[in-house]
T-cell receptor, first 114, second 116 residues
Framework: NAGVTQTPKFQVLKTGQSMTLQCAQD?????MSWYRQDPGMGLRLIHYSVGAGITDQGEVPNGYNVSRSTTEDFPLRLLSAAPSQTSVYFCASSYTGARNSPLHFGNGTRLTVT | AQKITQTQPGMFVQEKEAVTLDCTYDTSDQSYGLFWYKQPSSGEMIFLIY??????QNATEGRYSLNFQKARKSANLVISASQLGDSAMYFCAMREGSGTASKLTFGTGTRLQVTL
């Protein structure tokens, strides 16, 4: 039972570098999303997708890109890393995007930008 | 305005006692879902319980129950018979929006510490 798999678990970047956080799910979930978690601010939605080929912005999308070429994968790209992007990133998926569908989370990626 | 408000940054409870974690929400939608998640110190997010806005009964899952008061827009989590393993951050969340694109919004969390 893999569920939602995120890689890497830890990453250190220098300001201006780019990287991709990987997320894959094996539950045939339609809906996938990325959140960032910062102290005292809960989890904030970055981008989400309701199916392959469809993505949309969440609350804090600036500086991040996503794509959804398959149902299983939903990578998050940091275009030019900034210290403000130091955070813990969670990928989450649900069977559908309906209001009664709980999100299942990956174990998170701790990113530090120096 | 905050969509989800958790006013208790930290709570203490003695082992085997019950504890209530507060959550209020703000929405103009008639149909929405309310969720609670647990985040232990290891960092993963664990889904605990769900309550639909049209559900007349309060949701229960083992030692967890959700005290849903729709008119007050509150969705408090009650943990009965607390255990040391319940020590964690707890997040209240709401899923609102139409069709297949509803988004989950989180509160800032409550840190629960269970003591002997």
């Amino acid at each position: 039972n893999a569920g939602v798999t995120q890689t890497p678990k830890f990453q250190v970047l220098k300001t201006g570098q780019s990287m991709t956080l990987q997320c894959a799910q094996d539950m045939n979930h339609e809906y996938m999303s990325w959140y960032r978690q910062d102290p005292g601010m809960g989890l904030r939605l970055i981008h989400y997708s309701v199916g392959a080929g469809i993505t949309d912005q969440g609350e804090v999308p600036n500086g991040y890109n996503v794509s959804r070429s398959t149902t299983e994968d939903f990578p998050l790209r940091l275009l030019s890393a900034a210290p403000s992007q130091t955070s813990v990133y969670f990928c989450a998926s649900s069977y559908t995007g309906a209001r009664n569908s709980p999100l299942h989370f990956g174990n998170g990626t701790r990113l530090t930008v120096t | 305005a905050q969509k989800i408000t958790q006013t208790q940054p930290g709570m203490f409870v003695q082992e085997k006692e019950a504890v209530t974690l507060d959550c209020t929400y703000d929405t103009s939608d008639q149909s929405y879902g309310l969720f609670w998640y647990k985040q232990p110190s290891s960092g993963e997010m664990i889904f605990l319980i769900y309550q639909g806005s049209y559900d007349e009964q309060n949701a229960t899952e083992g030692r967890y129950s959700l005290n849903f008061q729709k008119a007050r827009k509150s969705a408090n989590l009650v943990i009965s018979a607390s255990q040391l393993g319940d020590s964690a951050m707890y997040f209240c969340a709401m899923r609102e929006g139409s069709g297949t694109a509803s988004k989950l919004t989180f509160g800032t969390g409550t840190r629960l510490q269970v003591t002997l």
